[in-house]
C-alpha cells in the first residue's frame, strides 16, 4: 500500500513538472535563457539560499536545546541536511521529520516526547510564518496593486492569504494565553474537545507542548524570528534568480508575497513537495506580471530555485552516504527509542 502511494505521489509530480516543462517550451520561457547571463545573480541566489537553510537549522537546534535535549550544532546541521535529502527523493518511508526526532530522541534516552515535540514546534513556527508573512505582505500592497490581479484564481489566493493570516495570528494568540496562563487548558470545554477522535490527539500534543516549553517562551520568540528571516531569506534568492534571468519580473516586496505561498505548496504530500512550488510559483509570476509586456519566466525561476533545493539534497547525499551503514539503517528503520 505504501508503495502504491509512493507511485502515485511519483506520478502526480513529474505530471506536474512535464505539463510546467511542455508549456514554458511552447511559450519560449527557457530559450536562449542561459545565454549573455551574469552568473553572479545566480551563485549570491545560492548563498542566500544556503543561509536561509542553515538559518532554519539553527532554529530547530535552539528549539530541541530547550527542552534539554542533547543536540551538538554540528550533528544538528548534519542530520537537518541529511533530512533535506532523505525528503526530496522520499526515501524509503522515512520522511524529514522522523529523521531528526529519531536523532533527537536517540541521543536523550527517555525524551521521547521531548524529542517529537522539538520537531513539531520547529515545523508550525515555520508554517505560521510563512502564512504570517505571505498575509502582511498582501496588506502592505495598495488596493490599486491587487486590482489588477483580477483572475478568479488570484481572488481565490487573495482569499486563502487573508484567511491563512488571521488563523496564523488566532494560533499564536491562542499559544501565547496558554504559556502565559496554562489553567486555561484545565476548564471542562478543553476536556471534552480531547475526547473528539482528532482535535483531541492535536490538543492533548499542544498542551504537552505548552507544558514542556512554558518556562522557556523566549525560545519560542527567538525562533519565530529565526523563521520570519529564513522565510525572507528564501523569498530574496527567488528574487536574485529572477534578476539572473532579466527581463520583467516581480519586485523584491511581491516576493515576499510569493515566496511563503510557493514555500508552503512545496510541503504539499509529494515526493519533496515536487511540483507543487513550481506550480504555485509559475500561477503567481503570470498574475504579477500580467499587464508587463515580457512572457512571465515563473517556471524558469521554479526550476532554478529547485536546483538550489538539489543543491542543498546534495549536501545531505554526501553526508549520507558517508555515515556507516549501521547509522543509515537505523535511520532508515526510523523507529524512536
Known amino acids: 500500500m505504501k508503495q502504491a502511494v509512493f507511485v502515485l505521489k511519483l506520478l502526480i509530480s513529474a505530471g506536474l513538472l512535464g505539463f510546467l516543462a511542455w508549456r514554458a517550451a511552447r511559450e519560449e520561457q527557457f530559450q536562449g535563457i542561459f545565454a549573455g547571463r551574469d552568473y553572479a545573480w545566480f551563485a549570491a541566489a545560492v548563498a542566500v539560499g544556503l543561509l536561509a537553510t542553515l538559518v532554519t537549522f539553527f532554529r530547530w537546534y535552539l528549539l530541541a536545546r530547550a527542552l ?7 550533528e544538528t546541521i548534519r542530520v537537518s541536511f541529511i533530512a ?3 525528503g526530496l527523493f522520499a526515501f524509503g518511508t522515512l520522511g524529514t521529520d522522523s529523521a531528526r526526532a529519531f536523532t533527537a530522541a536517540r541521543n536523550s534516552p527517555g525524551k521521547r516526547v521531548e524529542a517529537v515535540a522539538s520537531v513539531f514546534v520547529d515545523r508550525l513556527i515555520g508554517l505560521l510564518t510563512m502564512f504570517l508573512l505571505a498575509a502582511g505582505g498582501y496588506y502592505i500592497q495598495s488596493a490599486d496593486r491587487w486590482q489588477q490581479l483580477s483572475s478568479p484564481e488570484a481572488k481565490g489566493i487573495q482569499y486563502v492569504v487573508q484567511v491563512s493570516g488571521w488563523a ?3 494560533i499564536l494568540f491562542g499559544g501565547g494565553v496558554a504559556l502565559a496562563a496554562p489553567q486555561i487548558l484545565q476548564w471542562s470545554l478543553f476536556e471534552r474537545l480531547r ?6 490527539q492535536i490538543l492533548t500534543r499542544v ?3 505548552v507544558r514542556l516549553y512554558r518556562s522557556q517562551p523566549g525560545v519560542l520568540l527567538i525562533g519565530m524570528l ?7 531569506l528564501f523569498a530574496l534568492s527567488i528574487y536574485l534568480l529572477a534578476v539572473f534571468y532579466g527581463g520583467n519580473h516581480p519586485s523584491l516586496a511581491d516576493h515576499c508575497i510569493i515566496a511563503p505561498i510557493s514555500l508552503v505548496a512545496n510541503a504539499v504530500p509529494l515526493p519533496g513537495g515536487l511540483g507543487g ?25 521554479a526550476f532554478a530555485f529547485r536546483f538550489v533545493f538539489l543543491l ?8 549520507w552516504f558517508a555515515m556507516g551503514k549501521q547509522e543509515r539503517e537505523s535511520l532508515q528503520s526510523g523507529d524512536l527509542p
Open 68 to 74: 534539554g535535549l542533547a543536540m551538538r550544532l554540528g
Open 84 to 86: 533535506v535529502f532523505i
Open 168 to 170: 496564523a495570528a488566532a
Open 195 to 200: 475526547t473528539w477522535p482528532v482535535v483531541g
Open 207 to 209: 498542551m504537552e507542548i
Open 226 to 232: 529565526l523563521s520570519v528571516g529564513s522565510t525572507l
Open 277 to 301: 512550488m513550481e506550480t504555485m510559483l509559475d500561477f503567481l509570476y503570470r498574475e504579477f506580471t500580467s499587464s508587463q509586456g515580457d512572457p512571465p519566466k515563473g517556471i524558469a525561476v
Open 312 to 319: 542543498m539534497a546534495g549536501i545531505g547525499a554526501i553526508v
